[in-house]
């Protein structure tokens, strides 16, 4: 005979078999075939809470929260996740319209000055600025991948996350700003080597990315004019 005493349905006080005693409930009980189901003994488990904490562990690229993120780093690894769909078009489109976003101060400032509707005349000019910079880096690249292949990413209308077209500019500007030119720099990077194929691609990637050391390896090449690298 078992030691373990615990050998009767939790239900129905039933004797079950030793291989039904492994078949314990997350809950504790260990019940018959026809109890084992657990709409069928009242199961106190919390399953809701685990398939929850299951989901939140799998797909934590849409679960993190904004608040959650401490550093400038962190934020610009969310931010290359949430953008991760829209290609190498889509990404540069959407640094495009992050330029003319970050432009509209400007004409604000030059419509207000010269245009002769003074303050309307600058928010006009900010709104513009706005629309052109939206259209630029979402429903630009979407219509792009519609001709292409027929579908349509799922931003076309906005919709990503911890950049400058999202709420979360109002959370951590700082942080949203720092991804963006981060992402710009990267642009330039993979412009000036096309696209990592040509011969300032090892000098260019060899120390971190700042602007000032990718355009003077532009220079540099530059002056050396067409010798070979």
Known sequence: MSDDPDRNCAKC?????????RMR?????I???????IESHDCQFDWRGMQQQRLYQQ??????G?????SGEQWFKQYQKHHEEHGVLGRACHTAGFLILALSPVDSFYAFLFWGDGFVASLRGLVYCMTLGFATAHTLPALVEFARRGRTM??????CRYCCFSWDLTKKPRFVLAAEWEQAKEHLQNTVTYGRTN????EVFSEPRTLRHILGCVWRRVQRGAVSC
């Open 13 to 21: 006080n039933k004797r079950v078999s030793l291989v039904e005693t």
């Open 31 to 37: 019940c018959c075939e026809k109890h084992r189901p």
């Open 25 to 29: 409930c997350r809950c504790g009980l």
């Open 66 to 70: 904004a608040e959650e993120i401490g």
């Open 154 to 159: 799922r931003s076309w209308l906005g919709g």
């Open 59 to 64: 797909h934590q690229r849409v679960h993190q």
């Open 199 to 202: 011969c300032i691609t090892r």
